[in-house]
């Protein structure tokens, strides 16, 4: 198994950690709400709305067009200025960290959530997957999901090439709640300012992605 893991598996692993902390730091320090995906604030709006509260529906609206400004800056960064995308995850990622940390306890829940729901929609957009599968490195569902129909699927014909996905899966699962729990102690050691201790995670992810690129840039010349 190990020998056919390629880099871009050891960048989906980082990345899926760091994208667990600031899921798990949302809901420890912000409005207990995951701010990596927009199901949940979509709804939020939706009864908001129905609610007539302008306030929360200005709230929600502001979240959704900071997340899809943080997915429309990954063509748009590379398109006007010619910028790596995904050498720009690494320092997005830690400017959310920063300010996150920089946050006075007077901003109100919800809004404190902005920088991650740009980073991680950035982050999102800019890496899908890795060894061919299409995969999440900031939310779970489909990873679960993938991990039980590639187990169900080599129960049903017993081909190997099932367990491969199903390690691909369960690994991206356990490097996001590892990260989560790195959240977790951070919290409880340093309060709102332990989101500084994801940029160790985040250093991390930018080595792997440094890693990855020259691992490509090497290719040509084995061959």
Known sequence: MKENLKPDFYRHLSLS???GFFGAYAMLCHSDMLASAQTMNLLELLMATLRGEPRAI???VGALLIYVSGVMLTVLLPHWLGISAKRAVPVIDAMAAIILGLLPDSVFGFVALY???FAM???WSAFSGAMGYSSSSIFSTNNT???SLAVAEFISDGDRKHL???FFFVMTLLAFHAGAAVSFFSVRAFG???AW???LLIGASFAAILYEERAAALVPEAE
């Open 164 to 166: 491969g996905k199903a």
């Open 17 to 19: 950690a760091v994208g």
């Open 192 to 194: 709102i300012k332990g």
């Open 115 to 117: 920088p991650i729901f």
């Open 58 to 60: 200005l709230l929600h």
């Open 145 to 147: 999901k993938q991990a």
């Open 121 to 123: 929609s950035f982050q």
């Open 197 to 199: 201790c994801n940029l």
